[in-house]
Structures are given as structure tokens and as C-alpha cells.
């Protein structure tokens, strides 16, 4: 039975850095998709990163390159998402989500079968 579990999440200040953490179990990252996704309230589920666990491939939203960097620990069986120059417009509920098989790094909510309960982050102006 596939297990994400999310951590990290937080409040902090506008500018501020966060580090969320996705554990899994009963998952292989080498041939799957790991995706970090976000939804704030009243807002559609966005994708934010995506990595490949096989390569390292990895997509960013535009919203969020150059500052969030998606990352994974094989050994660990974790799924990190560093976030800096947090903004108000970062506030959401953070998901980590996965997927076996990896085409191609989708944003797409519907094809990850697997997500965590979610964590939130709270940036304050």
C-alpha cells in the first residue's frame, strides 16, 4: 500500500524559506513521477514541480522557478520541496503526489494516483 506522508509546512514571514518533506513507503521512486502540487482556497489544485525519480528531470511552474528547487532522497525515501523568497501568493495547502511510470513530468492533478493529506503554508506580509 502506497503511503505519502508531508511535513514542514509552517508560517512564516514574506521572504521567509520553508523546506517541506513528502516520506513515503511501499513506493519505488526509479521509474515514477514525484510531483509537489498546491491549492489555495477558492483556487484550482496547481502544479508547482515535478521530478523524475529514474533521471532527475525536473519542470517548475513559472509562478515558482528560481525559487523552489524539488528534490529527491532514495536512501531516505523522501521527497523534499525548498522554498525561498516565499511570497504571499505561496499561501496553499501543499500536496506531494505520485505516479508509476513517467512519460513526461505532468502538472496534471488527475494522472497521480497517489497524494499525501497535505501541509500547509502560511506567508504573511
Known amino acids: 500500500q502506497v503511503q505519502l506522508v508531508e511535513s514542514g509546512g509552517g508560517s512564516v514571514q514574506s521572504g521567509g524559506s520553508l523546506r517541506l518533506s513528502c516520506s513515503s513507503s511501499?513506493?519505488?521512486?526509479?521509474?515514477?513521477?514525484m510531483a509537489w502540487f498546491r491549492q489555495a482556497p477558492g483556487k484550482e489544485r496547481e502544479g508547482v514541480a515535478v521530478i523524475f525519480g529514474g533521471g532527475g528531470q525536473q519542470y517548475y511552474a513559472d509562478s515558482v522557478k528560481g525559487r523552489f528547487t524539488i528534490s529527491l532522497d532514495d536512501a531516505k525515501n523522501t521527497l523534499s520541496l525548498q522554498m525561498n523568497s516565499l511570497t504571499p501568493e505561496d499561501t496553499a495547502m501543499y500536496y506531494c503526489a505520485a505516479r508509476r511510470g513517467c512519460g513526461y513530468l505532468s502538472v496534471i492533478a488527475d494522472e497521480y494516483p497517489y497524494w499525501g493529506q497535505g501541509t500547509q503554508v502560511t506567508v504573511s506580509s
Open positions: 511501499g513506493f519505488t521512486y526509479s521509474d515514477s513521477c
